[in-house]
Nanobody, 115 residues
Framework: QVQFVESGGDLVQPGGSLRLSCAAS????????MGWYRQAPGKQRELVAQ???????NYADSVKGQFTISRDNAKNTVYLQMNSLKPGDTAVYYC?????????WGQGTQVTVSS
């Protein structure tokens, strides 16, 4: 059974930083591409960042230079470091694991950026 434990979501002031973590189990983590998506209220879910099994990264234009995705295969964990947060970054952030046509989704963690 595939499971994700997402953590790190919080209420933070504009300009602040957060680090999201997603620990996966039930998959051979090192062969999966991992990603983070987000969904803001009233908006469609969107890709934030992806990291391949080999460590190549891809970011949404809106977060380039602001967010950093990384992975630790020894800990079966993917991270999203988010800096200079803005109210527009407020959303539920979802961890994903993808291999071929199969994608698994986490339950999401809430990030709220507000003063």
């Amino acid at each position: 059974q595939v499971q994700f434990v997402e953590s790190g979501g919080d209420l933070v002031q504009p300009g602040g930083s957060l680090r999201l973590s997603c620990a996966a189990s039930g998959i051979i983590f090192r062969i999966y591409a991992m990603g983070w998506y987000r969904q803001a209220p009233g908006k469609q879910r969107e890709l934030v960042a992806q990291i391949s099994k080999d460590g190549s990264t891809n970011y949404a234009d809106s977060v380039k230079g602001q967010f950093t995705i990384s992975r630790d295969n020894a800990k079966n964990t993917v991270y999203l470091q988010m800096n200079s947060l803005k109210p527009g970054d407020t959303a539920v952030y979802y961890c994903t694991a993808g291999l071929g046509y199969q994608t698994y989704w986490g339950q999401g963690t809430q990030v709220t950026v507000s003063s």
